[in-house]
């Protein structure tokens, strides 16, 4: 059979198919395919990859297959993409596209196999949207900063050109504490629930929860046709603010001011901040005894407090989001404190004096606002009749009491007037000079009761020997001085001797002063290994005392009284007592020949309670002929210990049968604490 009659008989047997389908809804020309779809819709995919599906056949006598094939963008063949066959009852075939963006077409169509050859029908087509192209990254902006429990207004601005083949379906937006996070959960795609603001590629804005309390990072992509996301979020920080700034007072005095008061509020917020902005923006406020309140733009106000009395002020601050610490909920009330003003000077008065003790000199000092100062005041005298400034007296402060006390022994006799200064809790000073009877207070030094104090050596009276030499003899007597202004000030004793020294202690009229302590000081001569000692001993009923001093070196001795709260302080005479070194001499035999062997001198120079120099001590070895004066013949040096020696030889022919007394004699030095002394004499014949 040839070609033309075979296409003649297939299409009158496909004519034959149409009269016998049972509906046309079916199949309207009994060749073509119904229901071609694309799996997913008509819509851009982000994968090249798709799922296209058709309606079943209907069965037929014959046997059909279904061709199809992938075309490009007007429906012509693209290279290496060949038809393929789908054999019934598949009706769902899975595609790939190329991978460049575009529209391609799937093309479908029934091939009809008969006895007498075969056929296509007609060919239907449906579009694949593909586009896997990434939009370039987006505008965003938004508030620096936002309050607390408000959301964030986030608007946002389509990408720039060139933009996907699928456009813009809109915007994925974000907020949330990471820097690097994603409004998506895919790396390069958003699902639909995930657009935030599907606005086509139109500018909007969106408005998301606030975060919590901090820095927040909002973070947006744009989204195309097909899903895909930016390929790099955009990302801005912004804070979120949700307390009121912290407001201190500077100027507040804490307790009583004596004047107006200036304070000033500086208020600090580490979040949204205070930098003045103007109307609106954030402003430091102080509010005096419930009056308006001083507002000001920025971080500080100031303002004057005045007149007597507590004062109430309150201050408080706005940070540039609106977060307010006046009171408005859900904020705390404004700080709040006191201001306290006195401009009233305190009263000072002077008190009756304590005759028991007239060196206590007390003041009153009271005040009706602030009341007296716990720490402030004194009181201060000068002579009568003087000009100089008052001189403070060390004073005691408290309990509205000025309380000074006068070492009246250290001034000159004389009138002296006092002043008390007193000052009250806010700084207010006064001063008066008047005493309990309204009258200036003079005071008559002195005020206590005179002390006399009489010493000397000795007790109730000295007795002692006196000594005077004539034709070569001494002659001595007793003598008692029963007087202490007629004792002598200084007496000479040998070494390692004490002395007895005593007093009494009496009142301006004469009248003894029992049961009184009196410090006998003894202050030694340079080069004593004691420099002071003091001794102190009690006056008994006749006022009288006595004091033992032990063996030592040459001293200064003194008595004193140092007075009490009603007498006057007094001392005695200053006493030298000069104590004469012990030196000791022999020597190693009373009989020398003329030209032999020598005679040597050992010595020793005692010295209890006193030190010898490193270097020694000078000694003088001297001798005499009888009815002739003490010659030296030899100085010599100790050494530490105060030991010396010294061989000495006869070689004069006319000291032959002379009978020679030697001594040894130490002399005063200027680091020597003994008086200058001699030995005894040692006869040596030559």
């Keep these: 059979m040839s070609g033309a009659a075979r296409l003649t008989v297939i299409a009158a047997v496909l004519a034959l198919l149409a009269a016998v389908l049972p509906s046309p809804a079916a199949a309207s020309d009994g060749a073509s395919l119904t229901g071609l779809r694309v799996v997913g819709g008509d819509v851009w995919h982000a994968d090249n990859v798709f799922r296209v599906e058709w309606d079943p056949n209907p069965p037929t006598p014959f046997q059909s297959v279904v061709r199809y094939a992938v075309r490009g963008p007007q429906r012509e063949a693209l290279p290496g993409y060949e038809t393929h066959t789908v054999e019934n009852p598949w009706n769902l075939v899975t595609v790939k596209v190329p991978p460049a963006p575009g529209v391609y077409w799937f093309e479908a169509w029934n091939h009809v196999t008969m006895d007498v050859g075969s056929a296509d029908g007609p060919r239907v087509a449906v579009p694949l949207y593909f586009d896997d192209a990434q939009p370039p990254a987006v505008s965003v902006s938004a508030p620096a900063w936002v309050a607390a429990g408000t959301r964030v207004p986030i608007r946002v601005a389509p990408p720039t050109p060139p933009l996907p083949l699928s456009r813009i379906q809109g915007y994925a937006v974000s907020v949330d504490a990471a820097a690097g996070a994603s409004p998506c959960a895919l790396a390069d795609r958003c699902a639909p629930a995930e657009i935030d603001l599907p606005v086509g590629g139109a500018p909007g804005a969106v408005s998301l929860p606030t975060p919590p309390e901090g820095v927040s990072y909002v973070h947006a992509v744009a989204v195309s046709g ?158 009568v009749g003087s000009t100089g400034r008052f001189q403070a007296l060390p004073t005691e402060v408290g309990h509205g009491r000025l309380v000074a006390r006068w070492s009246s022994d250290d001034y000159p006799r004389g009138a002296y007037e006092l002043r008390a200064v007193g000052y009250d809790a806010a700084g207010n000073p006064a001063a008066s000079t008047r005493g309990a009877d309204g009258a200036p207070l003079v005071l008559h030094n002195p005020v206590k009761g005179v002390a006399r104090l009489a010493f000397g050596f000795g007790a109730d009276k000295l007795v002692f020997q006196r000594c005077t030499r004539a034709d070569g003899a001494r002659r001595c007597h007793r003598a008692v001085i029963r007087s202490f202004a007629k004792r002598p000030t200084s007496r000479a004793l040998p070494c390692c001797h004490g002395a007895l020294v005593g007093g009494r202690l009496l009142t301006g009229d004469g009248e003894p002063l029992p049961g ?171």
Excluded: C
């Design 226 to 383: 097909s899903g895909k996301r930016s390929a790099r979020a955009t990302t801005l920080a912004i804070g979120v603010d949700g307390t009121p700034p912290q407001v201190q007072l500077d100027g507040s005095p804490g307790g009583w001011a004596a004047g107006p008061v200036t304070v000033t509020a500086i208020a600090s917020d580490p979040l949204s901040g205070m930098a003045s902005t103007g109307p609106g923006g954030p402003e430091t406020a102080i509010e005096v005894d419930g009056g308006p309140p001083l507002l000001a733009p920025g971080a500080t106000v100031s303002a004057t407090v005045a007149g007597e009395g507590n004062h109430r002020v309150a201050y408080w601050g706005r940070d540039a989001v609106g977060n307010a610490g006046d009171g408005s909920l859900p904020f705390a009330r404004p700080a709040a404190t006191t201001v306290r003003i006195d401009e009233t000077e305190p009263t000072v008065r002077f008190a009756a004096g304590d005759p028991g003790d007239p060196e206590r000199i007390e003041a009153t000092v009271s005040d009706r606002l602030s009341g007296p100062a716990a720490d402030r005041g004194r009181i201060e005298l000068r002579p």
């Design 516 to 686: 009184q302590s009196v410090g006998v000081v003894e202050t030694f001569a340079r080069g004593a290994r004691t420099g002071t000692r003091t001794t102190t001993v009690t006056t008994d009923a006749r006022g009288a005392f006595r004091a033992w001093l032990a063996p030592g070196p040459s001293r200064r001795v003194s008595a004193q009284f140092d007075g009490t709260h009603r007498l006057t302080r007094a001392s005695g005479l200053r006493l030298r007592l000069r104590v004469r070194a012990g030196v000791h001499l022999r020597v190693s035999t009373t009989r020398v020949k003329v030209g032999g062997a020598p005679v040597v001198f050992h010595g020793l120079v005692v010295h209890p309670e006193a030190r010898i120099p490193p270097t020694g001590l000078p000694v003088h070895l001297e001798f005499r002929l009888p009815g002739t004066a003490w010659a030296e013949f030899r100085t010599l040096q100790t050494d530490s210990a105060g030991r010396f020696a010294y061989p000495y030889t006869f070689s004069d022919d006319d000291s032959n049968g002379v009978r020679f007394l030697f001594r040894a004699f130490v002399p005063a030095t200027g680091n020597w604490a003994y008086a200058p002394a001699a030995s005894r004499p040692q006869a040596v014949t030559g």
